[in-house]
Each structure stands twice: as structure tokens, then as C-alpha cells.
Nanobody, 123 residues
Framework: QVQLVESGGGLVQAGGSLRLSCTAS????????MAWYRQAPGNQRELVAA???????NYADSVKGRFTISRDNAKNTVYLQMNSLKPEDTAVYYC?????????????????WGQGTQVTVSS
């Protein structure tokens, strides 16, 4: 069973910074890509940033220049450094991973989600 465990959310004033972490654990062959999504009350879940195993990144326009996604492949961990935070960044942030599993009982590419971590930015 694969699990994604997030940490690093919290309350911060506008202009401040937070760093989110997400670690994948369990039995799997490789992590193809990892990403951060967010969902504010009344809104749909949206992609914030993504990174492939090779290091290619993609960002939502609203966070470009302020957020940086990175990963440590050896630790199966993805990070989201969030700087110059704005009240509109307030949301629950979810870690997402696309993972390859090759075993006798399970074979294919699967998508997993973390439980979410709250980020609140006060004005």
C-alpha cells in the first residue's frame, strides 16, 4: 500500500513563507511525477506545481515566481517552497504522485493523494 504523508502547512501573514513536504512510502517501483494541488472553499481543486522524475517542472500562472517545487528522489519526497504568500493562496494543499508498481499482484501506473494540509495566509 502506498501512502503520501504531507507536512508543513500552517498560518502565516501575507508576504511570509512556508515549505510543504510530502513523502511517499510503501512498495512501488518508481515515482513518475509528483505534484501539489490546492482547493479553497467553494473552488475546484487546481494544480499548483508539478515535477517529473527528470526534474521538469510546471507551475500555475498564479504562483510563478513565488513558489518552487523540488524533489529528492532518494527520499521519495517532494517539496513546495512558497514565498511572498498572499491571502488568495489560502487553501488545503494536497500532494499527488503518479507511481509505477510492478509486482505479481499489481502492475501499472497509479495515482495517489495525500490527506491534505491547511495553508492559511492572513492579510
Amino acid at each position: 500500500q502506498v501512502q503520501l504523508v504531507e507536512s508543513g502547512g500552517g498560518l502565516v501573514q501575507a508576504g511570509g513563507s512556508l515549505r510543504l513536504s510530502c513523502t511517499a512510502s510503501g512498495s512501488f517501483s518508481s515515482i513518475i511525477a509528483m505534484a501539489w494541488y490546492r482547493q479553497a472553499p467553494g473552488n475546484q481543486r487546481e494544480l499548483v506545481a508539478a515535477i517529473t522524475s527528470g526534474g521538469s517542472t510546471n507551475y500555475a500562472d498564479s504562483v510563478k515566481g513565488r513558489f518552487t517545487i523540488s524533489r529528492d528522489n532518494a527520499k521519495n519526497t517532494v517539496y513546495l517552497q512558497m514565498n511572498s504568500l498572499k491571502p488568495e493562496d489560502t487553501a488545503v494543499y494536497y500532494c499527488n504522485a503518479r507511481i509505477k508498481i510492478e509486482s505479481w499482484v499489481q502492475n501499472g501506473l497509479y495515482e495517489y493523494w495525500g490527506q491534505g494540509t491547511q495553508v492559511t495566509v492572513s492579510s
